[in-house]
C-alpha cells in the first residue's frame, strides 16, 4: 500500500544532531537544510505492507501459524503480553537511494540530508502501519502493541527477515533479500510488535 507522509522535520534535524535548544544555525541555515529535506522527500515513494500472524511460544522464541519458527529473546517476550504478532515492512523506494548514491560522489553534505530524511520517512511509514492497523483492529477490541522490533536487533537475529520477507511478499514492492539477509533498496525495514 501506498503510505502518505508528512516530513517529520524535528526528527530529521535531530538526526542530523540540531538541537533547538543549543544549535546554534542561522535561521537562513535552517532554512536551506529544510529545503534539502523536502527535495529529498520528493524522491520517496513510501510503502509498506503488513500481516498478522497468531502464534505459540517455541524453544528459543516464537512458532507463528505460518509453521515458521522466529528465534530470539525480543519475539519471545510477546509470549503473555500478546496472543499474535503483527509483522510489517516499510521502504522509501529505489529512487530515493539512487539519488544518495549520487550525491555521495558530488556533495556529501546534501547526501547525508537526503539519507536522515530517507531514515526517519521509513521509520514513520512503520508507526503510520501501527496507527493504521490498530484503528482497523479496534472494532474487534484488540490492540496493538507500540514497541517495535526489527531483525538485526539484540538476539533477534537478522536470519529472520528471510521468513518475514516471504511471509510479506516484499518481492512485490521492488525489494531484494541479499545472501547476508539485508533488504534492497537500503531504506526498507522489518519490524513486528505484539496483538492481544
Known amino acids: 500500500m501506498d503510505i502518505p507522509f508528512e516530513i517529520p522535520y524535528s526528527r530529521i534535524l535531530s538526526r542530523l544532531g540540531y538541537k533547538k535548544s543549543t544549535s546554534t544555525m542561522l535561521s537562513c541555515q535552517l532554512d536551506a537544510v529544510k ?3 523536502e527535495e529529498a522527500a520528493g524522491y520517496i515513494a513510501l510503502k509498506g505492507t503488513y500481516i498478522i500472524q497468531k502464534f505459540k511460544p517455541a524453544e ?3 512458532e507463528l501459524e505460518s509453521g515458521d519458527i522466529i528465534t530470539g529473546t525480543l519475539p519471545a517476550k510477546l509470549n503473555g503480553s500478546a496472543t499474535e504478532a503483527l509483522i510489517m515492512a516499510a521502504t522509501s523506494g529505489k529512487a530515493i537511494m539512487d539519488k544518495i548514491e ?10 547525508v540530508i537526503f ?21 482497523m483492529l ?14 538485526g536487533y539484540g538476539d533477534f537475529d537478522l536470519k529472520n527477515q528471510r521468513i518475514f520477507y516471504s511471509l510479506l511478499h516484499l518481492e512485490q514492492f521492488d525489494i531484494r533479500l541479499t545472501e547476508s539477509c539485508m533488504l534492497v533498496p537500503e531504506k526498507s525495514v ?7
Open 60 to 62: 528459543h522464541g516464537i
Open 190 to 196: 522489518i519490524a513486528m510488535t505484539g496483538v492481544r
Open 35 to 37: 529545503g534539502v529535506i
Open 102 to 111: 549520487e550525491l555521495k560522489a558530488t556533495n556529501l553534505e546534501r547526501a
Open 115 to 135: 539519507d536522515a530524511t530517507a531514515s526517519e520517512i521509513t521509520d514513520w511509514g512503520l508507526e503510520w502501519i501501527v496507527k493504521y492497523a490498530s484503528t
Open 138 to 151: 479496534k472494532h474487534e477490541s484488540r490492540v496493538v502493541s507500540k514497541k517495535r522490533f526489527s531483525p
